[in-house]
């Protein structure tokens, strides 16, 4: 990755956060966060999160924000549609933060390779629960913003992931990275941060057995 000028996938979350900080370490050079919106534009696709908090994230990070509109139908097609904006402004490769899961890196290399771009995995074949706990002592917070309610609680919502609560995500029998879709997280500080995010808690959504906490930043929302 040294002196390789590349784009986030970037869902917001932990891994995402923890992947960039990894190849910001290995020399890269950042220029833009990916992300696609569902075809309203009000949430993402992937972790539900409000525009205005991925904006506020972009923000702290010194980084642009580029996004796309897609239902699931369509989503391919979008995504790869952002990759060659991506490759038009002069990005090399595009990191993901997916661990282990195959199928998944095998669609982002097709994808990566159809717009002539390099996808890069830094996470990859890592120990799940040992990339948790390296993000925590790194200083990477981040909150849970949405749950799977067949393997956890929604009373977890909106707390702060540290090792009490991971340890109480193993108890309760799921992954502690999340990587089956446990759980979803949203990183509010960490390094490269300007500073942390406030994010103001709203009403938990319910849609398809996943349960979802709104968050707005700052005085975007109520308090």
């Known amino acids: 990755m040294r002196d390789v000028p590349f784009a986030v996938s970037w869902s917001g979350g932990k891994d995402s956060a923890l992947a960039l900080l990894r190849a910001l370490e290995a020399g890269g050079r950042p220029l833009a966060l990916l992300t696609v919106l569902d075809d309203s534009g009000t949430r ?13 994230q972009a923000e702290a990070l010194g980084l642009p924000l580029w996004t796309a509109r897609a239902s699931w139908a369509t989503y391919e097609r979008e995504f790869t549609a952002l990759l ?4 038009g402004a002069g990005v090399q490769a595009v990191v993901f933060g997916d661990i282990d899961l ?16 390099e996808a890069a995995l830094p996470l990859w074949k890592e120990p799940r629960r040992a990339l ?12 849970m913003v949405a749950v ?3 393997a ?11 090792a009490g609560l ?3 995500i193993e108890r309760l029998g799921a992954d502690p990275c999340g990587e089956g879709g446990e759980f979803h997280t949203v990183v509010v500080d960490g390094p490269g941060f300007r500073s942390p995010l406030t994010l103001h808690a709203g009403e938990v959504h319910r849609e398809g057995g996943v349960a979802a906490l709104d968050l707005w930043p700052g005085r975007c929302g109520a308090s």
Request: charged share 40%; aromatic share 2%; hydrophobic share 35%.
């Open 44 to 56: 993402s696709r992937s972790h539900g999160l409000r525009p205005e908090v991925l904006t506020a």
């Open 84 to 87: 060659s904006r991506a490759a």
């Open 102 to 117: 195959q199928d998944h890196r095998d669609w982002e290399e097709r994808v990566c390779a159809a717009a002539g771009l």
């Open 132 to 143: 948790v706990e390296e993000g925590l002592r790194r200083g990477l917070r981040s909150r």
């Open 148 to 150: 799977r309610e067949d």
């Open 152 to 162: 956890l609680p929604a009373e977890l919502l909106g707390r702060e992931l540290d």
């Open 166 to 168: 991971l340890n109480e």
